[in-house]
């Protein structure tokens, strides 16, 4: 798995970014990913259900910049925070198994001790 640290970027190039590694990916051409970033300036993502009309840009300008991201769960705001993304096959098995039975990586035991 290759390790990209991709720094603070705006929310609209780091939903980019993700997406072109799980496309790359998909094509057979790149690698499973875990990419580490940040958002600057801050943005809000909303969930799969929500609308652009759920939170107006005067509630949040100009802290942040409303984005969809076309996933589940509901809004998200992104400060100041270090963000993470693992791009990589799943095989038919749960997140979970996947990152430990195809990484070695157990991520509910690593985020327990941060």
């Given amino acids: ?60 300008q100009p802290m942040a910049l409303i984005l969809s991201d076309g996933y589940g769960g509901r809004a998200i705001l992104h400060a100041e925070e270090l963000t993470y993304s693992v791009t990589m096959f799943s095989r038919g098995e749960n997140i979970n198994d996947a990152y430990v039975n195809q990484q070695g990586i157990d991520f509910r035991i690593a985020s327990a001790r941060c």
Avoid: C
């Avoid at 390790?3 to 970027?9: D, P, Q, V």
């Fill in 1 to 60: 798995m290759q390790f990209l640290n991709s720094g603070f970027h705006p929310g609209q190039y780091n939903m980019h970014v993700d997406e072109l590694l799980a496309e790359r990916l998909a094509a057979h051409e790149g690698s499973p990913t875990l990419r580490v970033y940040g958002w600057k300036p801050y943005a809000i993502s909303l969930g799969y259900n929500q609308r652009d009309n759920d939170l107006t840009k005067s509630d949040v």
